[in-house]
């Protein structure tokens, strides 16, 4: 599921369309994506409009086009997005195709958990509840006492649960949030409430620090973190933590509904 950096780097992709005007536009109207928006009405609002920006936060993303007119959209599991030349025709899964004078920008989604919206607004602005969203990890607002306060409010949540949590850090999937247990050696079913205030703060530096290395290495052309990093080795069985001189097989069990590894020694 593409988090922080994997929608970062997919946002960049449309980049090549700024400036240029949609003159076609081709979905499959039954997809489950069109959910909230229906294709008619994207159809609609966004012939004849012109590209002017992409922005990411956390795990969504917003496309600005001329006439206060804001196309959003959410990966969800398998969500891409590519370009094409601008006269080709739709694969299977790509159910929102906006073609261009040089491109084409596609969304694909082979399991259509992803969305897309489009809006209006009439202050040259996005849409409130996108300006409203919390803070992402690189963000000024996303501070030491920010994320104590937010720990604070769920004691009992194990902490790899409270990472997963959208309202507290944007951005943050599931394998960032092994991640920084891992990281951390915190084990990920600890109770945020047995965390005393260092390890609190020491949380949302290895937060912050996880998601700009990601942002640098996934975020700009799906690089790869290294095998220093658990990432790499969570995804199989009988995976070995990759900490020298621990060498000892990853657990993988579910925790609140999401598959989690960790190494039993260094997060004991
Ligand atoms: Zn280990």
């Given at each position: 599921m593409p988090e922080l950096a994997e929608v970062e780097y997919y946002r960049k992709q449309w980049d090549p369309g700024i400036g240029e005007t949609v003159e076609r536009?081709?979905?499959?109207?039954?997809?489950r994506v069109f959910r909230d928006t229906p294709a008619a009405a994207i159809r609609r609002g966004l012939e004849g409009t012109r590209f002017l920006a992409s922005h990411a936060h956390g795990k969504q993303m917003m496309f600005a086009f001329s006439g206060d007119t804001w196309l959003g959209l959410?990966?969800?599991?398998?969500g891409e997005l590519k370009t094409a030349p601008p006269d080709s025709l739709p694969e299977k899964h790509d159910h929102l195709v906006l073609a261009l004078a040089s491109v084409s920008l596609v969304f694909r989604d082979p399991r259509m958990f992803g969305k897309v919206t489009l809006e209006r607004t009439d202050d040259g602005e996005a849409p409130v509840w996108w300006r409203e969203l919390p803070p992402q990890p690189l963000d000024p607002g996303f501070t030491k006492t920010r994320v104590r306060d937010f720990a604070r409010r769920f004691p009992k949540t194990p902490v790899k649960?409270?990472?997963?949590?959208?309202?507290?850090?944007?951005?943050?999937?599931?394998w960032m949030a092994d991640e920084i247990c891992w990281q951390m050696r915190i084990a990920?079913?600890?109770?945020?409430?047995?965390?005393d205030e260092s390890t609190l703060?020491?949380?949302?530096?290895?937060?912050?620090?996880?998601?700009?290395?990601a942002l640098r290495v996934i975020g700009t052309d799906w690089g790869d973190p290294g095998d220093t990093w658990l990432m790499n080795h969570r995804w199989r069985d009988g995976g070995i933590c990759p900490r020298r001189g621990c060498k000892t097989e990853l657990v993988r069990?579910?925790?609140r509904g999401r598959t989690t590894c960790w190494c039993p020694v260094c997060q004991g």
């Open positions: 536009i081709r979905t499959h109207p039954a997809a959410h990966l969800g599991m398998s649960t409270l990472l997963l949590d959208q309202r507290g850090f944007p951005g943050i999937g599931n990920p079913h600890l109770p945020t409430g047995e965390m703060d020491a949380l949302w530096k290895t937060t912050r620090r996880i998601s700009r290395e069990a579910d925790l």
